[in-house]
């Protein structure tokens, strides 16, 4: 069983430890876990200052004349998160509009792109709403629904079982229900090979796992920058389309600022940007992108192959804690046994941990409103618990265990009320 | 012509002087005459304190926590815009996502629930690139563009040219070229007598001019936020449906925030919200929202009423002043006159004013650069002049002149280059 010095040991030898002081913690707030940078990570404190420069400075003093210093921030973030956190060639991302207009450009441009009777899109039941949502709402789409967490068995099944009729592949690469991490490779290859494309929402993989769209030939990507890449609550989402097939794929939403030319006012048609730009739409969120930069810039610093390592190393501590302090537990009808979702194996599972339980909900109150301990729930029955390896701690997690057993072993949760409350 | 007194007579008994107050102006910027606002508003004192807040508080220390009060910030947003500047009712306007994206969403709304044959859409071809771009790149839509600036007589001839074919008919209230107002109520009345659905883009009216959505019966609106109402650059834009309408028209990208129930997660189906939430897609950018609510707030305590009034006396001295001191000014062969085309009727003109002249380019570098007015240039050939009412006062429009002429009469611009730079 992990011990606190075993977590502290850990600690001690973290090479990522000192950037835990780059972000926005107070002292009153150490005891305080935040297990749900996975839904929204911290706020680093280079964001602080920078929000405040261009809040004051650029948009206070130097008004319009700024915008030649913003203008190329969709495709310079872009850059900084293709590159650093996803493994894209330079020229292959932009940072724009959220995740769902992303998704819905992107796969409306893939399917507008496919020849013949290609008007399928295969996903899984299992994946986030809005991506659902958005495949389910796009005119002239056919959606194919697999199981959960596919294999890239299930994918080629489902596609062989629609031949020639399948467009496109749209999954999450880690599942934000059981954190999941399905098979990018695989999946990617056996798509291709049936001549669809590839969409992937890297929404919950995008900083806690390592990611190469460049050498498993992702076609698209979409994913939003406020979970472990820290650009805050509803910041502009990223948008990935591989070099040959920019030119290839025309997105609906045509703007200015997808434009080749977008003060040339008078042209009548719309030409396009070349490249990703033309993956743009309307005029970008300034205040958005530079938070992305820097939530992004650290991620960089840090350096994505040290973030997964330790994301890796993180939750099999954290695993270890829950199998050694909840295992067994339940009581004598095991109706308060945990149920761990997410997989066992590291190389198929993200950097959250997904429990479930009868009492989910009134656990992760009791947690949020008298342990000190941030999780999240899901619906129905699931605990989330997502210790963002950029500032967490081994001694979070074992406290977070210890908590989480408190919780159910003393029933601290059972005066709370029933009823469900809207939360993220 | 008007004296620099007389501006100074009119200040002391503007109304409105106060709010100039309310934004950040340095002593040092005293004597800089922003001409932009129509472009990019100032920043309000109160979003400096109000981001600080949101950023180092709700998200810095409160976290995920924080999402119960963020949660609903598109629509209270959404309908103080809407009730106190576009006179719509509440619970029709939404906050959420550009401008372009919102037309997107709203003109593909009234194709696809347009009846029959109606497949064209009516703009005109001095409406804002992003606008005709937009309609242009609608899968299905036949656009169809009558001359700049149109009369209600002109739309209605479009739409009788084409019999049962026109689903809409998008324009923009005030051009951003021209500054001509178009007649709203004309043009909305003389599409709905022949079945056809309108979209104001009010990007340049909003703030400026009055609006009455609910009187006139207009069907779909969308606009910026970044203009008149000081919501910073690349701020998320409005979008408004008329009541009857929202369950009636389907936008086409669905997305989780944009459902019945966004935490019930395991709905396989999308359920839009109920009214206007349904317009919304993906995860609203909070720093955006809340600095549009504090520049939005500041428009409604000034009262649309007193701003418009405002708006349009400015305009009118600032036109006093340009025709006494740039009217026929244009040397032997007349090669420096400026060319007014913005309406003198003061109902067809919003609060900016644009000039052509052959040097717009350097005329706007030299004023930018060496004498201290900040205007915008508009290809090809047009010098824009936009005093918000807010915080502009009428000696601003009386130097402003003043340095325009010293421009070209002192050719204080024939040394700078004539190539044009990307500016917005």
Known sequence: MPSLEDAHALDAADPLAGFRDEFAIDDDDEDRIYADGNSLG???LATVERLRRVVEEEWGRSLIGSWESWFDLPQRVGDLVGVEVLGARPGETVIADSTTVNLYKLAAAALG????????????????????????????????????????????????????????????HVSYFSGARLDL????????????????DLSHAAGAVPIDLAANDVDLAVGCTYKYLNGGPGSPAFLYVRTDLQEQLQ?????????????????????????IGRFVSGSPSVLGLVAVE?????????????????????????LDCI?????????????????IITPRNPTRRGAHVSLRHPEAWRICR???????????????????????????????????????????????????????????
Do not use: C
């Not at 960089?300 to 993180?314: C, H, T």
């Open 185 to 200: 490779p695989g999946i990617t290859h056996v798509a291709h090979d049936r001549g669809a494309l590839v969409v992937w």
């Open 251 to 275: 997105q609906p939403i045509h703007g200015w600022f997808g434009a080749a030319e977008p003060f040339a006012m008078q042209q009548q048609r719309y030409e396009p940007a070349p490249g």
């Open 323 to 339: 199998d050694a302090e909840l295992g067994g537990f339940g009581g004598d009808d095991g109706s308060d046994d945990f149920d």
């Open 113 to 172: 792109g496919a020849s013949g009777d290609r008007h399928v899109i295969v996903t899984d039941a299992g994946n986030f709403p809005t991506d659902r949502f958005v495949l389910q709402g796009l005119p002239g789409a056919h959606v194919h629904t697999v199981r959960a967490d596919p294999s890239a068995d299930d994918v080629a099944q489902a596609i062989d079982d629609a031949p020639g009729r399948v467009a496109l592949v749209a999954l999450s």
């Open 42 to 44: 911290r706020l680093p």
């Open 366 to 424: 009791a947690l949020i409103e008298r342990l000190g301990v941030v999780p999240d729930f899901r619906e129905p029955d699931v605990v989330r618990l997502g210790l963002a390896p950029l500032y967490s701690r081994y001694a979070d997690a074992w406290h977070a265990v210890q908590r989480l057993r408190t919780a159910v072993a003393d029933r601290v949760y059972e005066d709370l009320p029933m009823e469900r409350r809207r939360v993220t």
């Open 294 to 318: 820097e939530g992004a810039a650290i991620v960089a610093k840090a350096g994505i192959g040290a973030l997964a390592a330790k994301g890796e190393s993180l939750t099999a501590f954290l």
